[in-house]
C-alpha cells in the first residue's frame, strides 16, 4: 500500500446563524470542521463525501505531519493517491458530524450565551442532521453534484439517509458495514454502554466538565463498544484466554483497560451518547414505511460491502437494503467478504475493501 | 410435561470449624444450604448431584407450597416425578455454591466476629471449592457414591470439575452448555459487567451494605451477563427494534430494566463478581497441561449437550470435551442441539434436552 500523504490543516464552516436540529433546537454560532484532499475539477464533478463512523473525525486520510509515529486518518488505507478513493481522480470531502467532538459545535463546546459547555442541554441529533450537516457545508462550497456518498457503520448509514434524503444528488453510494438500521442485538450492547455512562456518579446528567478526568463509565462503556467491533475469531486469535506476563490478568482485560482509557481521554461522553443513540434510532424501514419506499427515488449505482464475521451488521441486514434496490430496479452490487475482522474489517482489511471500491468507481458511467 | 411436585424445604449443613477456601482463608462457623428430593435406596446407588449456575440456588425443582403463582425450581422441566431426572428411580441433591447469596455462607453473611458482613473480606472462590463444599456435604450424608453429577453453564463446568478431581466417586457426567474454560469472548463480557459493578461509587469496594438500594452497576451488569444468555436469533424474534406502548422506549431496553432491577433486588453484588470470576478463572487445560490429563483417570460415562446458539460455549468448545475423553478411551455421548434460545436453551427447551437425559441415563450399566 502506498504510503500516507501530508493533509492539509482541517478547516472550519461558521454559520452565525447557526444549525437547526431536526428536533426544533437551533445551536446559533455554530462550526462545522471540515477537511478536503485532491482538487476538485473544472466542472466540479469529481467530489466524494466521505461520512465517518462513531468515535471518528473530519480527518479521514493523510497526516497533518511528515512524521511516521503520527497516526494517519482513520480511511487512510483507501483514501489518497493511487488508492481506492484515488485523490489524482476525486475531491474528497469529510466533515465532522454535529454531536462528535473533534472540531464541529459540540456538547462540550462553550455555550457563548452562558460561558460555560452546553453539557446536558445540547441536542440529540439525528442522521438527518448529521446528512443536513453535510448538505449546508456542500452549499457553502459550491458543490451541488456528487460522484459519490461513502462511509462504513455509522457512516454507511448516512450514506444511506442521504440517498432517501438528496437521491438526486450524486451518482453513486458505497456503503460498507452498514445498513438500514441497527438490529436489536446491537441496540442492546449500545444502551448498555450509556446506562454505564449515564450511572456514573460523575456524569451529573451530562454537566461533569467541572472535573478534568475521564469518565469510568465512559471507559467501560467503550470496552462494549469495542466488543461489537470484534469477531469471535478475532478476539480468540489475537487474545485467547491468556494471561499477561506473570499475572493472572487476562491480556483481553489489559487491552481493554488501556484501549478505554485512551478512548475516554480523548472522546467525550456526551458527545459519544448522542452520536451512537442517533444510529440506534435511525431506521429506514419505520420512516418510510418500507426499504423500497425508502430509496423509491434513489436511481444511482449502489456498491453495499458486508462482512461474514460482522455481527453488529450481519450480512442478512445488508440483503435487505440489497433487495429493495433490486426491487426498485436500481443497479446495486453487494460484495460479501470473507473476513475473521468482524465489523472493523472495514477500518482493517484494505486489501479486501479496495478491490471492490476502486472496480465500482471505475465502472461509473 | 408433568406439573412440579411440593418441594421440602431448604436444609442447611452447619460446619462449626468452619470451610477452608483454596486459595488459604477459612470461614467459621459455614453454612451449607441444599436441598434433597426423591428417596435414597438401600444399597445409596441412587444419588445424583446437581450442580447450579451463576444465579441460581439449591432449588432445582418443585414449588415450596401449593401454589401455581410460585415460580418452580430452576430445572423443573427436567427434574420430578416422571421427567428426565425422574423422582421415581434417584435421589437428588443441590447445594448452594460457597459464594452465591442463596442461604450457604456468603459475603452478605454476618461475619460473628465483627456483627458486620464480611463483604470485601470475604474469599474469593474457585470452581475446586466448590466441587469441595459438595464433596463435604455428600460425605456428611453418607453418601460416598454417585450415579451422575448433572449441570449446565457454570453447573457443568463444575461437573468437568468434579470428573477431573473425584473421578472414582461417580458413574456418569451430565454436562449442558459448558465447556473446560470459558472462551475468551465471554470471560471479557463478564469482565466489563464487573467494571460495571466495580466502579458504581456506592460498592465502596464490596462493603456496602449499610444502604438498602440495589447497585445500579449490577442491574447493568446483570444486563451484560442476559445478553450472553441469549442467542441473536432470539433477541429479534422476542423483541427486534419494538418500540414499548406509544414511546420510543425500545422493548429490549425496558425489559433489560425490568429484569436488571428485579435481578438486583435478590442477588448480592459481592455474590455476582465472586461467582462469575470463579467461572473465568476454571481452565482445566491450563490446570492439568492438556484436556486428556484433566480427565486421565475418568473413566465413567459421559454425557455432553451442546446449542448451536449458544455462543458463550460454543459447540466447538464441548467437541473438545468430547475430543479429550475419547482419545482417553472412554464412553462420550455428545449431542448437539440445534435450538434459537442460545445459552440459556438448557433452562428453556425440556422438550429438546429431556430425551437425551432420558436416554443416557436408562442405558448405564
Known amino acids: 500500500m502506498p504510503d500516507s500523504f501530508i493533509a492539509a490543516p482541517p478547516k472550519d464552516l461558521l454559520l452565525d446563524e447557526g444549525f437547526r436540529f431536526i428536533h426544533g433546537q437551533t445551536i446559533a454560532p455554530f462550526t462545522i470542521r471540515y477537511e478536503?484532499?485532491?482538487?476538485?475539477?473544472?466542472?466540479?464533478?469529481?467530489?466524494?463525501?466521505?461520512?465517518?463512523?462513531?468515535?471518528?473525525s473530519a480527518h479521514p486520510a493523510g497526516r497533518y505531519r511528515d512524521d511516521p509515529d503520527e497516526k494517519p486518518g482513520w480511511w487512510d488505507g483507501l483514501i489518497g493517491y493511487g488508492k481506492g478513493i484515488d485523490l489524482e481522480k476525486y475531491f474528497v470531502i469529510c466533515a465532522n458530524l454535529p454531536g462528535s467532538c473533534y472540531g464541529t459545535t459540540a456538547p462540550s463546546s462553550v455555550d457563548p450565551a452562558s460561558g460555560h459547555?452546553?453539557?446536558?442541554?445540547?441536542?440529540?441529533?439525528?442522521?438527518?442532521?448529521?446528512?443536513?450537516?453535510?448538505?449546508?457545508?456542500?452549499?457553502?462550497?459550491?458543490?451541488?453534484?456528487?460522484r459519490a456518498v461513502a462511509g462504513g457503520s455509522l457512516g454507511g448509514m448516512q450514506v444511506l439517509m442521504w440517498a432517501a434524503l438528496y437521491p438526486e444528488l450524486?451518482?453513486?453510494?458505497?456503503?460498507?458495514?452498514?445498513?438500514?438500521?441497527?438490529?436489536?442485538?446491537?441496540?442492546?450492547?449500545?444502551?448498555?454502554?450509556?446506562?454505564?455512562?449515564e450511572s456514573d456518579a460523575r456524569f451529573n446528567?451530562?454537566?461533569?466538565?467541572?472535573?478534568?478526568?475521564?469518565?469510568?463509565?465512559?471507559?467501560v462503556a467503550r470496552m462494549v463498544g469495542h466488543m461489537t467491533y470484534l469477531s469471535a475469531q478475532a478476539l480468540q486469535s489475537k487474545f485467547g484466554r491468556r494471561r499477561r506476563g506473570n499475572t493472572r490478568q487476562f491480556e483481553i482485560d489489559s487491552y481493554f483497560e488501556h484501549q478505554g482509557r485512551k478512548f475516554a481521554a480523548q472522546y467525550d461522553a456526551n458527545s459519544y451518547i448522542r452520536v451512537q443513540a442517533a444510529?440506534?434510532?435511525?431506521?429506514?424501514?419505520?420512516?418510510?414505511?418500507?426499504?423500497?419506499?425508502?430509496?423509491?427515488?434513489?436511481?444511482?449505482?449502489?456498491?453495499?460491502v458486508s462482512f461474514d464475521t460482522d455481527w453488529l451488521f450481519p450480512v442478512g441486514d445488508v440483503e435487505r437494503v440489497e433487495s429493495a434496490m433490486?426491487?426498485?430496479?436500481?443497479?446495486?452490487?453487494?460484495?460479501?467478504?470473507?473476513?475473521?475482522?468482524?465489523?472493523?474489517?472495514?477500518?482493517?482489511?484494505?486489501?479486501?475493501?479496495?478491490?471492490?471500491?476502486?472496480?465500482?468507481?471505475?465502472?461509473?458511467?
Request: glycine share 8%.
Open 117 to 146: 459547555p452546553y453539557g446536558s442541554r445540547f441536542p440529540w441529533p439525528t442522521i438527518e442532521d448529521m446528512v443536513h450537516s453535510q448538505k449546508v457545508l456542500l452549499d457553502r462550497l459550491g458543490i451541488t453534484r456528487l
Open 205 to 219: 446528567g451530562g454537566d461533569y466538565y467541572d472535573h478534568p478526568e475521564s469518565l469510568r463509565g465512559l471507559q
Open 170 to 197: 450524486m451518482d453513486s453510494i458505497i456503503t460498507m458495514a452498514a445498513g438500514a438500521a441497527v438490529p436489536v442485538q446491537g441496540v442492546a450492547w449500545h444502551l448498555i454502554g450509556r446506562k454505564m455512562i
Open 36 to 56: 478536503t484532499f485532491g482538487e476538485l475539477n473544472a466542472d466540479r464533478s469529481n467530489a466524494i463525501l466521505v461520512c465517518h463512523a462513531l468515535s471518528a
Open 279 to 304: 444510529m440506534d434510532e435511525m431506521d429506514l424501514e419505520e420512516k418510510y414505511g418500507s426499504l423500497q419506499k425508502a430509496f423509491a427515488k434513489w436511481r444511482g449505482r449502489t456498491l453495499l
Open 326 to 365: 433490486v426491487a426498485n430496479g436500481t443497479d446495486v452490487r453487494h460484495e460479501r467478504i470473507a473476513s475473521t475482522n468482524g465489523h472493523d474489517t472495514f477500518l482493517i482489511d484494505y486489501g479486501l475493501i479496495t478491490p471492490p471500491v476502486t472496480s465500482f468507481l471505475s465502472s461509473l458511467p
